[in-house]
């Protein structure tokens, strides 16, 4: 493992000598050479500072992210591994929507928070060799093709791989048949979560799913003896956030925050035109694009949490909520919102509002470490919360009603999912640098078995947090809550 300044030094200056073995490239362990290089003969899979200095900071490989980050990330997770193992990570592939169309790309997580490296069909892997965080970080990608990337635009290739993402090995990721089983055969144990029986479309994406009946199929490679999951060993690291992740999570609540306050002030007749303009305000005022498909429902639609279909009209007398964010350097953040269609709430409606709002906020008071609270003791705190204040409206709480009408949890950890580390514990207390939602919801049948003006409102108030030592970081405070802030709006 390289981990000198030096090593880690903006793409364009560093330029190390490297030696070929077959398929594999190596890094010479002699000092590097700097070259002047124009920015603007270099041509890399996703942008770089040399290439799009308004996007990064030099030392940077993704927004806000450094190389020395990074480095830092994969040495801790070596830190964790037993000696001679090594952890496999294999990137996303391209989706496809139909025949030659495809979806967006959106790069593995796990992937992406130990390399930066934001290109389909590669390969990390992490080889612990020695004590502490000493590892070889060996990173396969597909080379640079003039034919491919003529229709596809340009890829980093396997020199940049080095140069830029500070692997110490590369190679081409064709080659994984030929390559893998020297590096699998020498490793004590093996991490990793790729699947090896999922049915899959691309020759890269077969190779590891176990279907192929060739020998070197990656479930062929794998001696299952020595293979254990990478991820409860990964979410320990992804759930504790860096200040730099802190401040890109910050950014995007920043700016979405501000652009739900903006949609607020305005009068909207159909969800598609509310969900149109949360995507297009998160992008203009920062956001690299929406972090999830949004959540755009009026009157009764709110009673379907993840309700997506955003096609129906928005009628004054209604409530409109509003579950979208944004998303900065691969880092999402997680809002909700309620407000009336009509600018005013009705009295029920202001009721029933105040009542989630006075549980939010006081979950979100807790979200600091000296509170010892996990977020299933948040969860246990708001549904306390919510049945004493529905009480005090005149519900019948009695037996299994709350369930019925606060059906998810109070909060999920964030990050660079909107549900991050999935699987990891909501039964541990929370930690400084622990980012989570806390958004409780009331969402009210329209049967007999609830006050009448009250059913068919639902209702959810969802905020971004981070905890601190002392108090919480609220990461979308921008984004109103409060029905003076909220009917004011329409009044400016």
């Known amino acids: 493992m390289r981990t000198s300044l030096q090593a880690l030094r903006p793409c364009f200056r560093s330029r190390p000598s490297a030696q070929r073995f077959g398929d594999v490239i190596l890094s010479r362990s002699s000092p590097r050479s700097y070259a002047s290089v124009s920015a603007a003969d270099l041509r890399f899979g996703q942008p770089v500072h040399e290439t799009h200095p308004h996007l990064l900071g030099a030392g940077q490989l993704t927004p806000g992210i450094t190389a020395f980050e990074y480095a830092n990330r994969r040495s801790r997770l070596a830190l964790k591994l037993p000696d001679k193992a090594i952890a496999v990570i294999a990137a996303s592939d391209i989706k496809y929507r139909s025949g030659a169309v495809f979806y967006d790309f959106h790069q593995d997580p796990n992937f992406f928070y130990l390399t930066g490296f934001n290109e389909p069909q590669a390969l990390a892997i992490i080889e612990k060799t020695g004590r502490g965080g000493a590892h070889r970080f060996h990173l396969y990608v597909r080379p640079t093709d003039a034919k491919a990337e ?59 799913s176990g279907i192929s009946t060739k020998p070197n199929s990656f479930a062929r490679i794998l001696e299952s003896s020595k293979v254990k999951p990478l ?96 998303e900065y350097g691969g880092y999402i953040t997680d809002i909700t919102r309620c407000w009336p269609v009509s600018g005013k709430f009705s009295g029920p409606q202001k009721d029933l509002y105040e009542a989630i709002l006075n549980v939010q906020r006081s979950c979100v008071a807790l979200c600091r470490e000296n509170a010892n609270v996990s977020l299933d003791k948040l969860h246990e705190i708001a549904e306390n919360g919510l049945r004493e204040e529905l009480t005090q409206l005149g519900f019948d709480v009695s037996g ?36 989570v939602t806390i958004e409780p919801g009331l969402y009210i049948p329209n049967d007999d078995r609830w006050p009448e003006h009250f059913r068919g409102i639902g209702i959810r108030i969802e905020d971004s947090v981070c905890v601190q030592e002392e108090g919480p970081l609220v990461l979308t405070t921008e984004a109103v809550k409060e029905v003076v802030d909220i009917e004011a709006l329409r009044d400016q």
């Open 150 to 208: 003529q229709w596809e635009g340009a890829r980093s290739g396997t020199q940049a791989a080095l140069d830029c993402f500070n692997a110490d090995e590369s190679g081409d990721v064709s080659k994984l048949q030929t390559i893998l089983p020297s590096v699998v055969a020498e490793a004590a144990e093996i991490y990793t979560d790729i699947p090896t029986k999922d049915p899959t479309t691309t020759a890269f994406s077969r190779f590891f």
């Open 231 to 326: 991820k409860p060993i990964i979410n320990d690291l992804r759930v504790f956030k860096s200040q730099a992740e802190v401040a890109n999570m910050r950014r995007a609540g920043k700016a979405s925050g501000r652009a739900f306050t903006e949609a607020m002030r305005q009068t909207w007749t159909t969800e598609k035109d509310l969900a149109a303009f949360l995507d297009y305000q998160f992008k203009v005022k920062g956001c690299d694009c929406s972090a999830y498909v949004p959540v755009i429902a009026g009157g009764e639609n709110a009673l379907s949490i993840h309700y997506v279909r955003n096609d129906d009209i928005l009628k004054a007398g209604q409530i409109v909520l509003a579950d979208a964010g944004g």
């Open 400 to 435: 299994t009603a709350l369930e019925a009408l606060f059906p998810h949890h109070v909060g999920h950890y964030i990050g660079l999912d909107v549900h991050d580390c999935p699987g990891y514990s909501r039964k541990d207390n929370l930690k400084t640098g622990q980012c």
